[in-house]
């Protein structure tokens, strides 16, 4: 014996099955469960509590916000000035090899100069008497004149060097003073 079905139609069927059911959304905060009056005082001061700490640490990630904030500034700054030292320095150590460089130029163009004239005046001399002499005058002034050129290249080198290292020399001053 077969049971008798009611036709339902097809696409009634197909709705139902799919369309989701509807649920109304209701907030959190505005659904309360019913506190016993034992647990109020508890909880009360619990959530007092979470809301001091949550207060600290905003304030703490303030403070740590503004400390590196401050000492990226400090970093900052103290970078700007060991760049400007060392450019500083690099200008002072360009001049002063040129003003070395030419220096020694110098000297070099004065001792070939007098070793030519005394080639010139060794090869007119008429005795071996006077070439001995002239060879000891020329000796004489040479070793004069090489150490008066030693002695200015070496004043113009210490120069140089103090003249170098005082730009980072004063920064370095500097930071290390205000970071102390």
């Known amino acids: 014996m077969a049971i008798a079905r009611k036709p339902q139609k097809p696409a009634a069927a197909a709705a139902r099955k799919s369309t989701p059911a509807v649920v109304a959304a209701v907030p959190v905060t505005e659904v309360k469960a019913p506190v016993p009056p034992a647990l109020e005082e508890p ?3 619990a959530i007092g509590k979470a809301e001091e700490v949550q207060e ?15 000492v990226y500034e400090r970093l900052k700054t103290v970078t700007e000035e060991a760049t400007g030292s060392l450019e500083s320095s ?8 040129s003003e070395f460089n030419m220096k020694a130029i110098e000297a070099f163009k004065v001792n070939s100069e007098a ?14 008497s006077e070439a001995i002499t002239l060879q000891s005058e020329h000796t004489r002034s040479q070793l004069e004149t090489l150490n008066a050129q030693v002695k200015d290249l070496g004043t113009i080198a210490k120069r140089v060097a103090s003249e170098t290292v005082e730009p980072i020399k004063t920064t370095l001053s500097k930071t290390m003073h205000v970071s102390t």
């Open 43 to 45: 909880l009360d001061a």
């Open 56 to 70: 600290q640490v905003s304030r703490a990630a303030e403070q740590g916000a503004e400390q590196t904030r401050l």
């Open 90 to 97: 690099y200008a002072a150590a360009s001049k002063g090899l």
């Open 115 to 128: 070793t030519f004239e005394f080639m010139k005046a060794l090869l007119a001399s008429k005795s071996l």
